[in-house]
């Protein structure tokens, strides 16, 4: 059983990546924190009891790098998923030199979250069973098995900063009319439509229909939490 680390400082956040979790076959949840300096203590008091940490990269009391740095230099060796809403080429290197090779960029859907997963399991499958040196033919299959097999996209049109503010305006703020949405954020009602309709297509909103307006029932939106 692989023993996962949980570290998010939103609350909804954790929520589901509990459920995610709940839904694999093959891993536990070993805890959960919600700050840079409860993961660093978390990491150090249990590292023996921790395979992997789902690591937020942003947090307010510090970054996903730094708890990294901290735990690194005092030996631990544990396996680190980095999960960020922000593409920053600095923080990318950073936890590359430290020793990430997997990253999930918010939002994601539980699919792509299955597959960074069992790709990990699929890496920690074949190290254990290449014992002793490894052959180059195994060494390249484990790396390979940490990599997705193809690339995630957006339809045209549509980008992944927006699409990661419309997702987490409807998680914190839904059941919500793509109106009621698009003035909170300040965007167009229509744009904000084509990331609700997309977000529905992915599964990860519910679209229903509400009454009691007059005249057309219009459509609103909330977060799919299963």
């Known amino acids: 059983m692989i023993r996962v680390l949980v570290v998010d400082d939103d609350a909804l956040t954790l929520e589901l990546h509990r459920s995610y979790l709940a839904r694999l076959e093959g891993f536990e949840l070993a805890g959960e924190c919600t700050g840079a300096r409860a993961a660093i203590e978390a990491l150090l008091a249990g590292a023996d009891r921790i395979d992997l940490v789902l690591l937020d990269v942003t947090m307010p009391d510090g970054t996903g790098v730094d708890v990294l740095r901290h735990v690194r230099a005092r030996g631990a060796t544990v396996d680190v998923i980095a999960i960020t809403g922000v593409r920053d080429a600095e923080v990318v290197r950073g936890m590359v030199a430290l020793g990430v090779a997997q990253y999930l960029v918010k939002p994601f859907t539980f699919a792509v979250f299955r ?104 459509s609103e939106y909330r977060w799919n939490a299963e």
């Open 115 to 218: 597959e960074r997963l069992e790709q990990y399991r699929e890496f920690r499958r074949r190290a254990d069973e290449s014992a002793g040196a490894p052959t180059q033919a195994e060494i390249d299959a484990m790396l390979g098995a940490m990599h997705p097999a193809t690339p995630v996209r957006l339809p045209k049109g549509l980008a992944p900063e927006t699409l990661a503010v419309v997702s987490d305006d409807v998680r914190r703020n839904g059941p919500a009319s793509a109106g009621e949405a698009a003035r909170r954020l300040g965007m167009s009602r229509v744009a904000v439509r084509r990331y609700l309709e997309h977000l529905t297509a992915e599964g990860r909103v519910i679209r229903s229909p509400r009454y009691g307006t007059g005249g057309r029932p219009e």
